[in-house]
């Protein structure tokens, strides 16, 4: 499970919170999950890094802004993207909707 706040691309809601140390553990998830990818994706493992989007948590609702995913909506989100995977998408990094997030 990783976050677009890994992105470094993209660095999502930046103006809302630095959160310098949770963006870095997410960015180094993403590695992880890339080199696992080129690890075992011969061994018909898939290896691929989800982002379940901002869902209202504790965490997520912490700033004074109110995130706008429930977490049954996240969860359904990913459960029907999961299937969609395939080899071909080994190592990449995507959100609770599918749509391919820059790394």
Known sequence: MSSEGGSI??????????????RCSKAALNMLTKCQSLGYGGDGILSIAVHPGWVQTDMGSSTSHQAPLTL????????????????????????????????
Do not use: C, I
């Not at 071909?88 to 997030?101: R, S």
């Open 72 to 103: 049954d909506v996240s969860v359904r989100g990913m459960l029907n993207v999961l299937p969609t995977l395939s080899e071909k998408d080994n190592g990449a990094f995507v959100d609770w909707e599918g749509k391919v997030l820059p790394w």
């Open 9 to 22: 691309t993209n660095l999502f809601a930046w103006q809302l919170g630095q959160v310098v140390s949770y």
